[in-house]
């Protein structure tokens, strides 16, 4: 709810609608894999995680915990989930560039 109503604080218009709820989104992904690294898994867990994540592997979330697996899914679906959305309204592929944007 937090990271709604403050996306609403800078993207008020009605036809900012599509912003909004991306951003609620990242900013939700950004605060769990935070809580993630400083409280969920230990260093071992924590290193495998960032492995996967730079991956981009799905097949090899299985060796990760739970609730590492849930992350990742999530940030994995909502990349895609994005990519589709622009691919279908503006036509380009920009899996690519996400990534860049999550793995700096």
């Not at 709820?21 to 950004?30: E, H």
């Not at 990534?99 to 700096?104: E, G, H, I, Y």
Request: proline share 5%.
């Amino acid at each position: 709810m937090e990271n709604f109503v403050w996306t609403v604080g800078y993207s008020f218009k009605p036809e900012f609608g599509y912003s909004r709820r991306i951003s609620t989104k990242v900013n939700a992904l950004i605060t769990t894999i935070d809580d993630v690294y400083d409280v969920y898994g230990t260093l071992e867990e924590l290193e495998l995680f960032t492995s996967v994540i730079e991956s981009w592997d799905v097949h090899q979330m299985e060796q990760l915990p739970d609730c590492m697996k849930i992350c990742f899914l999530a940030l994995y679906n909502f990349v895609n989930e994005m990519a589709y959305d622009v691919m279908k309204e503006q036509g380009p592929y920009i899996i690519p560039y996400l990534r860049k944007v999550v793995l700096p």
